[in-house]
């Protein structure tokens, strides 16, 4: 059973910084693109970032130059550094992680979230 836990959520002011962490557990495969998400009230759930095996990253643009996302493999674990933190970046945030199994076949694991919320 692959468990996703997220950590590092709660409430900041608007200009500070959180880091979140999601430690990925029970894969008999190996975890290809780990990334975080968030859905806001009334929202569908949006890329944040995403990382790859190898280091690649992609960002949202909204979070470009605030946010880094950065994983430690040998922990399978995945970290979303968050500054310069503004009121439309609460919401709650999902880690995400993909695994390639026999024949490529891929799986995708979720997170159970994290609420982020900004005070202005």
């Known amino acids: 059973q692959v468990q996703l836990v997220e950590s590092g959520g709660g409430l900041v002011q608007a200009g500070g910084s959180l880091r979140l962490s999601c430690a990925v557990s029970?894969?008999?495969?190996?975890?290809?693109?780990m990334g975080w998400y968030r859905q806001a009230p009334g929202n569908q759930r949006d890329l944040v970032a995403t990382i790859a095996s190898a280091g690649r990253t992609n960002y949202a643009d909204s979070v470009k130059g605030r946010f880094t996302i950065s994983r430690d493999n040998a922990k399978n674990t995945v970290y979303l550094q968050m500054n310069s933190l503004k009121s439309e970046d609460t919401a709650v945030y999902f880690c995400?992680?993909?695994?390639?199994?026999?024949?490529?076949?891929?799986?995708?694991?979720w997170g159970q979230g994290t609420q982020v919320t900004v005070s202005s």
């Open positions: 029970g894969s008999r495969f190996s975890i290809d693109a």
């Open positions: 995400n992680a993909v695994t390639i199994g026999p024949f490529g076949i891929a799986s995708n694991y």
